[in-house]
Nanobody, 119 residues
Framework: QVQLVESGGGLMQAGGSLRLSCVASGRIYSINPMGWYRQAPGKQRELVARIVPSGSTNYADSVKGRFSISRDNAKNTVYLQMNSLKPEDTAVYYC?????????????WGQGTQVTVSS
């Protein structure tokens, strides 16, 4: 089993920055892709960013140039640095992990952390 625990959410004014952290525990390996999704009220959950075993990253078009995902394998932690926040970034952010190194479909999810951006 895998457990994911997010932290770092909160209330921020537009233009500000937040850094989310997700600590993974259990049977995890550096080959497991990890990432962040978000879900705003009344909307579907969407991919925000992903980091895969090679270190390559993928971002939603809406956050490119503003958000950065990184990973510390020694600490089993993945981070999401969010800069130039906008009100439309308001959502619950979920950390996720995939078992397969090549199929990035999330298999485990954290409980979510709320990010609220005021205008």
């Amino acid at each position: 089993q895998v457990q994911l625990v997010e932290s770092g959410g909160g209330l921020m004014q537009a233009g500000g920055s937040l850094r989310l952290s997700c600590v993974a525990s259990g049977r995890i390996y550096s080959i497991n892709p990890m990432g962040w999704y978000r879900q705003a009220p009344g909307k579907q959950r969407e991919l925000v960013a992903r980091i895969v075993p090679s270190g390559s990253t993928n971002y939603a078009d809406s956050v490119k140039g503003r958000f950065s995902i990184s990973r510390d394998n020694a600490k089993n932690t993945v981070y999401l640095q969010m800069n130039s926040l906008k009100p439309e970034d308001t959502a619950v952010y979920y950390c996720n992990l995939a078992i397969s190194a090549t199929d990035y479909t999330p298999d485990y999810w954290g409980q979510g952390t709320q990010v609220t951006v005021s205008s």
